[in-house]
């Protein structure tokens, strides 16, 4: 996914992944870089400071990045199949197949409740 700047600033992402080329080289011109026949260059301010500075955007530009319905999507349902996972586990926890006490065969209901849910 690469990245595309809207009307706040903020970088929304898009197929191909981080950000363009034209991203990198339009933060760089920002920061006081200059581009030639040679390519990006600099004429004047100290090097460390442009440098600092383009640091410092593509940083804010990574913080203020949206994502996509699809990404988040994605995200989150790793993030909460793992949860589901961890909790069975501990509804599990202290259980065998083989015991059929009432606490026992309540806890891997729970269990399989719980990891019924991602099956949606």
């Known amino acids: ?12 992402l898009h197929e191909g992944g981080g950000m363009t080329r034209d991203d ?17 260059t600099y004429t004047s301010g100290s090097l460390l400071d442009l440098l600092e500075r383009f640091a410092e955007l593509v940083a804010a530009a990574e913080r203020n990045r949206t ?10 349902l790793g993030i909460a199949a793992a949860e589901r996972e961890a909790c069975a586990k501990v509804c599990e926890n202290g ?11 309540y806890s891997r209901a729970c269990a399989r409740a719980i990891r019924a849910r991602g099956q949606v």
């Open 67 to 76: 994502w996509s319905q699809d990404h988040w999507t994605e995200y989150e």
């Open 24 to 40: 990198i080289i339009r933060m760089a011109r920002e920061a006081g870089f200059e581009s030639n026949s040679l390519g990006m």
């Open 95 to 105: 259980t065998f197949l083989h015991d059929f006490s009432p606490e026992a065969v």
């Open 1 to 12: 996914m690469g990245a595309c700047q809207d009307e706040r600033g903020a970088y929304e």
